[in-house]
């Protein structure tokens, strides 16, 4: 755990500023990691919406890959893991009446 004043001494006013939230800090991260810091936004929402673990097990399969396109395979990755998948809705059948 890092002391407030070691936080404080890596703060950077013009760079950190609209960084308040942990979910913020990780998309950030990601795109650091990935070397696509130009889609932070879309990182930002991967962090906010997809479970941590999916996020990390595609992030350490893109880490030990030797990829050029790191992002792409992140993606990819993250589609493969079911990350994008919506709950399953019930449907009715079109004959049934209530």
Known sequence: MQSVKDILKKF??????YISRE???FA???SKRLHDEK???LYMRLSKTVPRPILEKAL???IDS???NKAALFMWKL?????????KVHKVPKDHKD
């Open 12 to 17: 950077n006013p013009l760079e950190d500023r």
């Open 23 to 25: 979910f913020q800090t």
């Open 60 to 62: 350490r399969f893109v």
């Open 66 to 68: 030797n990829a050029r």
């Open 39 to 41: 889609r932070k936004g």
């Open 28 to 30: 950030i991260y990601l």
């Open 79 to 87: 589609k493969q893991l079911n990350a994008f998948s919506s709950p």
